[in-house]
């Protein structure tokens, strides 16, 4: 911010310099001596330096002033409102205090970040808008269509979506941890369980993590989910392996193991369903 004002300082003292360089104009008409050359070059130098930085300047403030101008419109009547009303738009906001962000527009891009304590709530009547929102609560309602809501590292504490095509990613806010066990048995007894043996269900946009351990004293065994870990793990006896990852892709995911071993077709009907909530 200073180093901004600063410029901004500069740029409001571009007159005064250009003044400045009015008198050393009038000395052109008088014999010019190497100094007098020299002094005119590096005022030239200095003004040109000088109207860059302001330029500049003067682009960037104007892009922070945009910025505040979305911020101040908010505080009217008291609570914090945030309207983004026109398409295309691309804006970031830091929120300190509790706010409706409602977005009518289409296809803007819009960043949230929020205190800790924040709550925001979120009312998209618009379509194909793109929002993230980092840590703090979130409200989110929906009533457009084709929105994609990713939330990091935050709480949603509510949701409402009637529109079609609008998906809420959550990321880092909320994990979900698996423990999967080969043996002779299968995978986690799949030999004594019905198929689909072992079903994981998670919500799209979770961390997941799966601890797979290989508890076969004899052999080795894989271990695969379709689309998520097509390439697969081999563990040998007692070898064990963490997979983390997001589950970004809606679905039924086949989990298999994927070398050949004795018990094989007790391995090959685990379950990975990404659910929308
Ligand atoms: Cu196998």
Redesign the pocket.
């Known amino acids: 911010m200073s180093y901004f004002r600063e410029y901004c300082d500069r740029s409001s003292h571009d007159t005064v310099i250009l003044r400045v360089g009015e008198p050393s104009e009038s000395t052109m008409t008088a014999p010019q001596t190497g100094t007098s050359k020299t002094l005119i070059v590096l005022v030239v130098a200095l003004v040109t330096v000088i109207t860059i930085a302001g330029v500049f300047a003067a682009l960037y403030f104007g892009y922070l002033n945009n910025i505040l101008r979305t911020s101040e419109h908010g505080q009217s009547g008291g609570g914090q409102m945030i309207s983004i009303t026109g398409n295309y738009q691309s804006q970031s906001i830091s929120l300190d205090r509790n706010a409706t962000v409602s977005v009518t527009g289409s296809y803007d891009s819009i960043n949230l970040t929020l205190a800790p304590h924040v709550t925001v709530s979120l009312d998209i009547t618009g379509n194909f808008n793109h929002i993230s929102s980092r840590d703090g609560y979130e409200n989110v309602t929906i009533t457009g269509n084709s929105n994609t809501v990713n939330l990091y590292d935050s709480i949603l504490v509510g949701r409402n979506v009637s529109g079609n095509n609008n998906i809420i990613y959550r990321a880092g806010s909320s994990f979900v941890h698996f423990t999967l066990v080969m043996s002779l048995n299968g995978y986690n007894d799949s030999r004594t369980q019905g198929f689909p043996w072992p079903k994981m269900n998670v919500t799209l946009g979770e961390s997941v993590t799966i601890h797979v351990v290989n508890d076969d004293s004899v052999q080795a065994?894989?271990f695969a989910i379709a689309h998520y870990f097509d390439s697969g793990v081999t563990l040998r006896p007692g070898e064990s392996y963490d997979m983390t990852f997001i589950a970004d892709q809606l679905g039924t995911f086949n989990v298999y193991?994927?070398?050949?071993?004795t018990?094989?077709v007790y391995?090959q009907s685990g379950r990975l369903n990404v659910n929308l909530s």
């Open positions: 065994h894989g193991c994927n070398i050949v071993c018990v094989h391995m």
